[in-house]
């Protein structure tokens, strides 16, 4: 698709908030995929042409951008919100972990957890951002600060044998990986092939790990996991025979028992980047496919959370994906399966065609992701 | 973030008929490093190829002729009194040059270093079409394209004159004109908000420039090419001769591009309303003499223009600014 240059209406705003990203590479990053977004014909130009010539369309542009509140429309009074999926109940809660050592290099903790400190870069800071009760996605988002959840990723860079005499070029290639992580501020922890714990990205800040994502536990649903969510990274292969180490698996567990004691994060909001990740370019989920299959989610403490619903899918209108389901190995998550479904029932009882009930849904993933973002920036403003 | 499969060095190619150039990011920073895209061919004999191979000038051997690329083909073609061939010729792969692919090859391998690693991504500069033209670009960038990917790169292309606007151009959300004047072609685009809404390339540049004072003074191209880039500069005084006959060339060049801006603006069907106007960033070694700036930003004064400009700049590293376009198009994109 060719990308067209932003008309009068969009552009202001795309320059406005383009200005607030201090980066040149995010700022060119979002620039670039705000106007390809732009380029798609969401909006019926024909009727805001006729509003246009009725002198209001300026005094709405300017709510857009000012207000941190959803654009109201007729598409959300048209979806029903009363078949969403139960509040979940956190049958796994998190353990005691405290403090052991906390010394200008590492940190230990009481499970044994130790983190390295020598890769350790700030970024920017997470300030406050919206989270949206899936119940009212209309409704004004609540604001937090600390992380909600963590997802879990695989670098998938490159491996050498996990072998006595590859040691070396382990070691090489995993310094080289947390380079890389550091400069693009990637994960907020890396978790390399000998089961070391790095802390990259400071918890305190904003990691880029997630891109466009989504993740709901029935109660409260997140757009862009950049701001609440931490990283952590395996570095690993998921194709591989055995894409963790005893030692990694061992590492992810203690870990995690820390992050989600430190935060209350609850058991359900632990979850795969394959799980969350979305692909607003064509409306499909799993654009990122690390950890589709084969996460040892009891290993690591954690039920078997590919049995959750997908909010991208159940909230948000986003469809199954072949790439995904082939990452998968074939096989849908159980989480996955049963919120197709759900959706196939809203949309009846809606009395709509699931394509056009699914498309409804997706202009409300555009009106919550902009109300996250323009909630963001105004949170950074002051 | 397994859809970036493996996570690998990312770099931007600069490819200009001149120079290849390569930008890579060191932390915060920007590096870079540039090899002439040029080339020097002397008889084979074994003391010479000893000699070459003892003092580590990069150089091959084909059809009973030595070939020395890169940097050192300038200084070997100085000491032999011969020019310099190209692999390219105006901003595109020279066909009249059979090696050129497989010089270009070896140019890039020794910015690189050596062949990609599993994940590695490149991120290239395209010439734009002539105005008025198609052009053999789309040839050319394959050709490149397919020699980076068989070279281990995951590749993307970027018109040159755009990498310029993404190189120079973050301050105004990569809203502006960015004009490469290079060795082949000059490369004009205009952005607005990033997305590109007009290019094109003008064959008058350094190359043309060098060719027609040396068919006027009678100096060999090359002599003329240092002498410009060594000495030249606009100063109004035409005492010496090589640096009259420059300036009317380079005045021949601007006005070409001028004329070409406006003709483009008349002609592009989609031009965007832009409520403010727009900064001109130059870049490419053959803006580099002093009073370029100056000279260009007449011509486009009086120009009248539809959009209006509201400076007319040098690139902070002008002869690096393409090649950390392509390098931020990449970061951004790939």
């Given at each position: 698709m060719a990308i067209k240059a932003p008309g009068l209406l969009i552009a202001p705003v795309l320059d406005w908030r383009a200005a607030r990203i201090n980066d040149p590479i995010e700022r060119l990053r979002f620039l670039r995929a705000?106007?390809?977004?732009?380029?798609?014909?969401?909006i019926d130009v024909g009727r805001l042409k006729s509003i246009q010539k009725k002198g209001v369309v300026s005094v709405l542009l300017w709510a857009c951008v000012l207000i941190p509140l959803p654009i109201p429309s007729t598409v959300r009074s048209s979806v029903n919100m009363r078949t969403m999926p139960p509040a979940l109940q956190d049958q796994n809660q998190?353990?005691?972990?405290?403090?052991i050592d906390d010394k200008p290099t590492f940190e230990t903790y009481s499970n044994g957890l130790r983190i390295e400190k020598e890769f350790v870069t700030a970024n920017r800071a997470r300030g406050p951002y919206a989270v949206f009760p899936t119940k009212r996605l209309d409704a004004k988002p609540e604001m937090r600060t600390q992380p909600?959840?963590?997802v879990f990723h695989s670098t998938e860079s490159h491996q050498a044998p996990f072998e006595q005499a590859e040691t070396r070029n382990l070691r090489r290639l995993g310094r080289g990986l947390l380079g890389y992580v550091r400069q693009i501020h990637a994960y907020h922890y890396v978790?390399?092939?000998?089961?070391?714990?790095?802390?990259v990205v400071q918890e305190s800040d904003v990691a880029f790990h997630a891109g466009a994502s989504i993740w709901g536990d029935g109660q409260l649903s997140y757009v862009g996991l950049n701001s609440g969510f931490i990283a952590v990274a395996f570095e690993a292969q998921t194709d591989s025979e055995t894409p963790l180490s005893a030692a990694q698996i061992h590492a992810g567990r203690v870990l995690t028992e820390m992050l989600r004691a430190k935060y209350q994060i609850a058991s359900y909001d632990c979850v795969t980047h394959a799980q969350v990740s979305v692909n607003p370019q064509n409306g499909k989920i799993g654009y990122h496919t690390d950890w589709a299959t084969g996460f040892p989610w009891a290993a690591i403490g954690l039920p078997d959370n590919y049995k959750l619903p997908l909010a991208s899918v159940y909230a948000f209108g986003f469809e199954d994906d072949d790439s995904l389901l082939s990452a998968a190995g074939g096989r849908r998550w159980q989480g996955l399966a049963a919120s197709l479904e759900?959706?196939?029932?809203?949309?009846?009882?809606?009395?709509?065609?699931?394509?056009?009930?699914?498309?409804?849904?997706?202009?409300?993933?555009q009106d919550v992701s902009n109300s996250a973002i323009l909630t963001r920036e105004r949170g950074e403003e002051q | 973030m397994k859809h970036a499969k493996n996570i690998g060095t990312v770099v931007g190619l600069d490819v200009g008929t001149s120079r290849v150039v390569l930008a890579e990011r060191l932390g915060e920073e920007f590096a870079y490093e540039s090899q002439l895209n040029a080339f020097v061919a002397i008889p084979f004999s074994k003391i010479t190829a000893s000699v070459l191979e003892k003092e580590g000038v990069p150089h091959s051997v084909q059809n009973g002729e030595i070939i020395i690329h890169g940097n050192e083909s300038e200084k070997f073609a100085e000491l032999m009194n011969t020019e310099i061939r190209r692999t390219m010729t105006r901003g595109t792969l020279d066909a009249k040059e059979p090696e050129s692919l497989n010089l270009m090859r070896q140019i890039v391998t020794a910015l690189t270093g050596g062949p990609a690693d599993p994940g590695d991504r490149i991120c290239f500069t395209v010439p734009a079409a002539p105005l008025g033209g198609e052009g053999n670009v789309t040839y050319h960038e394959s050709?490149?394209?397919?020699?980076?990917?068989?070279?281990?790169?995951?590749?993307?292309?970027?018109?040159?004159?755009?990498?310029?606007?993404?190189?120079?151009?973050e301050n105004t959300n990569y809203t502006g004109i960015g004009i490469s004047c290079g060795g082949g072609l000059c490369n004009v685009a205009m952005a607005y908000l990033s997305?590109?809404?007009?290019?094109?390339?003008?064959?008058?540049?350094?190359?043309?420039?060098?060719?027609?004072?040396a068919a006027v003074t009678g100096e060999r191209a090359n002599c003329i090419r240092i002498a410009k880039e060594q000495n030249f500069h606009f100063n109004g005084y035409f005492g010496e001769k090589i640096q009259q006959v420059l300036t009317v060339y380079y005045d021949e060049m601007i006005s070409s591009l001028v004329t070409g801006l406006s003709e483009a603006f008349t002609t592009a069907g989609n031009m965007p309303r832009i409520g403010r106007p727009v900064p001109l960033v130059l870049s490419g070694g053959t803006a580099l003499p002093a009073g370029f700036r100056d000279r260009f930003e007449?011509?486009?004064?009086?120009?009248?223009?539809?959009?209006?400009?509201?400076?007319?700049?040098?690139?902070?590293?002008?002869?690096?600014?393409?090649a950390k376009g392509a390098l931020v198009a990449a970061l951004a994109e790939m």
């Amino acid at each position: 698709m060719a990308i067209k240059a932003p008309g009068l209406l969009i552009a202001p705003v795309l320059d406005w908030r383009a200005a607030r990203i201090n980066d040149p590479i995010e700022r060119l990053r979002f620039l670039r995929a705000a106007t390809t977004r732009a380029s798609q014909p969401l909006i019926d130009v024909g009727r805001l042409k006729s509003i246009q010539k009725k002198g209001v369309v300026s005094v709405l542009l300017w709510a857009c951008v000012l207000i941190p509140l959803p654009i109201p429309s007729t598409v959300r009074s048209s979806v029903n919100m009363r078949t969403m999926p139960p509040a979940l109940q956190d049958q796994n809660q998190p353990a005691r972990v405290w403090t052991i050592d906390d010394k200008p290099t590492f940190e230990t903790y009481s499970n044994g957890l130790r983190i390295e400190k020598e890769f350790v870069t700030a970024n920017r800071a997470r300030g406050p951002y919206a989270v949206f009760p899936t119940k009212r996605l209309d409704a004004k988002p609540e604001m937090r600060t600390q992380p909600v959840g963590i997802v879990f990723h695989s670098t998938e860079s490159h491996q050498a044998p996990f072998e006595q005499a590859e040691t070396r070029n382990l070691r090489r290639l995993g310094r080289g990986l947390l380079g890389y992580v550091r400069q693009i501020h990637a994960y907020h922890y890396v978790i390399d092939r000998f089961g070391q714990v790095y802390r990259v990205v400071q918890e305190s800040d904003v990691a880029f790990h997630a891109g466009a994502s989504i993740w709901g536990d029935g109660q409260l649903s997140y757009v862009g996991l950049n701001s609440g969510f931490i990283a952590v990274a395996f570095e690993a292969q998921t194709d591989s025979e055995t894409p963790l180490s005893a030692a990694q698996i061992h590492a992810g567990r203690v870990l995690t028992e820390m992050l989600r004691a430190k935060y209350q994060i609850a058991s359900y909001d632990c979850v795969t980047h394959a799980q969350v990740s979305v692909n607003p370019q064509n409306g499909k989920i799993g654009y990122h496919t690390d950890w589709a299959t084969g996460f040892p989610w009891a290993a690591i403490g954690l039920p078997d959370n590919y049995k959750l619903p997908l909010a991208s899918v159940y909230a948000f209108g986003f469809e199954d994906d072949d790439s995904l389901l082939s990452a998968a190995g074939g096989r849908r998550w159980q989480g996955l399966a049963a919120s197709l479904e759900l959706v196939r029932q809203q949309a009846m009882t809606a009395g709509l065609p699931a394509e056009e009930y699914r498309r409804r849904l997706q202009r409300r993933f555009q009106d919550v992701s902009n109300s996250a973002i323009l909630t963001r920036e105004r949170g950074e403003e002051q | 973030m397994k859809h970036a499969k493996n996570i690998g060095t990312v770099v931007g190619l600069d490819v200009g008929t001149s120079r290849v150039v390569l930008a890579e990011r060191l932390g915060e920073e920007f590096a870079y490093e540039s090899q002439l895209n040029a080339f020097v061919a002397i008889p084979f004999s074994k003391i010479t190829a000893s000699v070459l191979e003892k003092e580590g000038v990069p150089h091959s051997v084909q059809n009973g002729e030595i070939i020395i690329h890169g940097n050192e083909s300038e200084k070997f073609a100085e000491l032999m009194n011969t020019e310099i061939r190209r692999t390219m010729t105006r901003g595109t792969l020279d066909a009249k040059e059979p090696e050129s692919l497989n010089l270009m090859r070896q140019i890039v391998t020794a910015l690189t270093g050596g062949p990609a690693d599993p994940g590695d991504r490149i991120c290239f500069t395209v010439p734009a079409a002539p105005l008025g033209g198609e052009g053999n670009v789309t040839y050319h960038e394959s050709t490149v394209r397919h020699m980076l990917e068989d070279m281990g790169y995951q590749t993307k292309s970027i018109n040159e004159g755009l990498a310029v606007i993404y190189g120079e151009l973050e301050n105004t959300n990569y809203t502006g004109i960015g004009i490469s004047c290079g060795g082949g072609l000059c490369n004009v685009a205009m952005a607005y908000l990033s997305v590109p809404v007009l290019s094109f390339s003008i064959p008058k540049a350094g190359d043309y420039i060098d060719s027609s004072a040396a068919a006027v003074t009678g100096e060999r191209a090359n002599c003329i090419r240092i002498a410009k880039e060594q000495n030249f500069h606009f100063n109004g005084y035409f005492g010496e001769k090589i640096q009259q006959v420059l300036t009317v060339y380079y005045d021949e060049m601007i006005s070409s591009l001028v004329t070409g801006l406006s003709e483009a603006f008349t002609t592009a069907g989609n031009m965007p309303r832009i409520g403010r106007p727009v900064p001109l960033v130059l870049s490419g070694g053959t803006a580099l003499p002093a009073g370029f700036r100056d000279r260009f930003e007449k011509a486009i004064t009086g120009a009248d223009l539809p959009v209006k400009i509201s400076e007319v700049r040098l690139a902070s590293s002008p002869l690096h600014a393409a090649a950390k376009g392509a390098l931020v198009a990449a970061l951004a994109e790939m």
